[in-house]
């Protein structure tokens, strides 16, 4: 279950029991994750589905969508519980692997445009043109510490998001929540131009109807450009894939990159659909 502690007890960690029920799964909570809920106005209780806008099914949360919040950890936390935002994220992840989940999983945050309601989604601390948003450069301390010298911030999402990837459901209230995440990310994008006159409209032809990882340029093109060329999509898709098959990152920590294994050969895809037969059987 998602844990709660609250900011000025960060280190106390209680579980939120209430009226919630969970199936069974391997890929633990990670520790540290904050709980700070975004002002209410700012999302929706549950997910209720209006086919006429979302794509999707109803009460099925089966994609992830990244972001990049231009700006700092505590300015999108700070936004986000203010009620003039009309916005808000699951989660905001700091540079440095901090975390703070600001609405439950599953409810409704209002960050992701037509795939809110079927998506958990993800406001990544920093800036989508920084070639540096998930590494470190050559002139910090904890260069070379690293797999790739990723910094925490690409640990903490993959790990957070495995987690939402091994569990099946939810219930609160009465309503069955199913997780249908795949260890994918598609390529695809959605269809969209600007018209400019006689004032300027942003219009979207052919919205993205996917399950997986997607960043916020791939939902609406022209306009979003995060979390940008430099997020590495294949080695952060290993890391997602690691904690699902290990428990643990095996691509991040120096000492624990493993040799070459039929990952490359099966596919992050067969080998999560695999893991999760093995678990329900």
Avoid: C
Avoid at 129 to 149: F, I, P, R, V
Avoid at 189 to 197: F, G, L, M, R
Avoid at 244 to 267: C, F, K, W
């Amino acid at each position: 279950m998602e844990f709660r502690p609250t900011i000025k007890q960060a280190a106390t960690f209680t579980l939120s029991l209430t009226l919630i029920a969970s199936a069974a799964h391997a890929v633990s909570y990670p520790k540290g994750v904050v709980w700070d809920e975004a002002h209410t106005s700012n999302l929706t209780r549950g997910r209720a589905y209006n086919s006429n806008y979302q794509v999707g099914q109803k009460n099925v949360i089966d994609s992830i969508a990244i972001h990049t919040t231009e700006g700092s950890y505590r300015s999108a936390i700070n936004w986000f519980n203010n009620s003039a935002a009309n916005a808000s994220a699951h989660y905001v992840i700091g540079k440095d692997g901090s975390a703070t989940q600001m609405v439950d999983s599953w409810d409704t945050a209002w960050t992701t445009n037509y795939i809110n309601r079927r998506s958990i989604s993800f406001e990544m601390a920093g800036y989508a043109s920084d070639q540096y948003q998930w590494t470190y450069a050559s002139d910090e301390a904890d260069y070379g510490t690293t797999y790739k010298n990723y910094r925490p911030n690409l640990d903490k999402l993959a790990h957070i998001s495995a987690y939402f990837v091994d569990l099946d459901t939810k219930v609160k209230n009465g309503v069955t929540y199913t997780y249908d995440i795949p260890i994918a990310h598609p390529t695809e994008s959605a269809e969209a131009h600007y018209v400019w006159h006689p004032e300027t409209e942003y219009i979207i032809d052919k919205k993205l109807d996917t399950k997986g990882f997607v960043g916020h340029s791939q939902i609406t093109p022209h306009r979003k450009s995060d979390p940008g060329k430099y997020f590495p999509w294949d080695d952060f898709m290993l890391m997602v894939d690691s904690y699902v098959q290990h428990g643990e990152n095996r691509y991040y920590d120096l000492s624990t990159i493993p040799e070459p294994t039929t990952a490359s050969m099966i596919g992050l895809a067969g080998l999560a659909l695999l893991a999760r037969r093995r678990r329900k059987n």
